[in-house]
């Protein structure tokens, strides 16, 4: 489990997030909605050590990370898949692969996950040879994915996946998301696209100004006349 205890982070004397708590089970989806600047991105860069908070604790499984950089991190188990994708976008989709191998040594068990990755994202395994940097957004999210999960984390952290996507291929990430949950990985999801995110979670926190403001699971919050109304467009009857 990962869990996130009172954690202040400032910038430039301003608080991004003010205190904040809250637990991530394994083997669940956990999301985060709220508005742009509400602190969610931060939290994630937080967790995986590129931000360094004021005050607050972060552990996983039971062992404290707040003071770990981001590569000892990744080596408890977690990473990240940033926001706005971040593939190498001059080296191949097979060599930004296995970019997310490079603290392995298993040559043949990297092979396999490369293949299980294929088999996840058939669309990878045909483009294996081209420029990471000529790929459709929703193609270069797949591979995002795809690099994470080459390093065999029990928890992926999922920074705004749907972003800039077409319909049709949200629909396809959010599948994936839910698929490889089922493969008992766990999963920490922020999400502009509310309505998405909250059908998929197992529990939810709604982030507001730095502050988590609500928090249910995801069907409570999907039916919440606030939240209906402030992420979903919906008006309240």
Do not use: H
Not at 21 to 34: A, E, M, N, Q, R
């Amino acid at each position: 489990m990962l869990k996130v205890e009172d954690l202040v982070v400032s910038y430039g004397g301003i608080e991004a997030l003010k205190g904040i708590s809250l637990d991530v089970p394994d083997g669940k989806i956990i999301t985060l909605i709220g508005a742009n600047g509400a602190g969610k991105s931060t939290l994630l860069r937080t967790i995986i050590g590129l931000v360094k908070p004021e005050s607050g604790k972060i552990s996983y499984n039971e062992k404290e990370i707040t003071a770990l950089n981001s590569q000892k991190i990744v080596t408890t188990g977690i990473t990240l898949v940033p926001e706005g994708r971040r593939v190498f976008s001059n080296l191949t989709v097979l060599e930004n692969l296995k970019i997310g191998a490079y603290m392995r040594n298993d040559k043949a068990e990297i092979e396999k996950d490369i293949e299980w990755i294929y088999g996840m994202f058939p669309r990878l395994q045909e483009r294996n040879w081209q420029l990471a940097g000529t790929l459709s957004g929703g193609e270069q999210q797949m591979l995002a994915v795809g690099r994470a999960l080459m390093c065999r984390p029990k928890l992926i952290m999922m920074d705004e996946p749907s972003l800039g996507l077409a319909p049709l291929v949200i629909k396809d990430i959010f599948r994936i998301i839910q698929e490889i949950n089922a493969k008992g990985m766990t999963i920490l999801l922020i999400e502009q696209n509310a309505n998405m995110a909250l059908k998929i979670a197992d529990w939810a926190y709604v982030l507001e100004t730095g502050r988590i403001t609500m928090e249910g699971t995801g069907k409570e919050l999907l039916e919440n006349p606030q939240i209906r109304e402030a992420y979903l467009g919906k008006k309240k009857k």
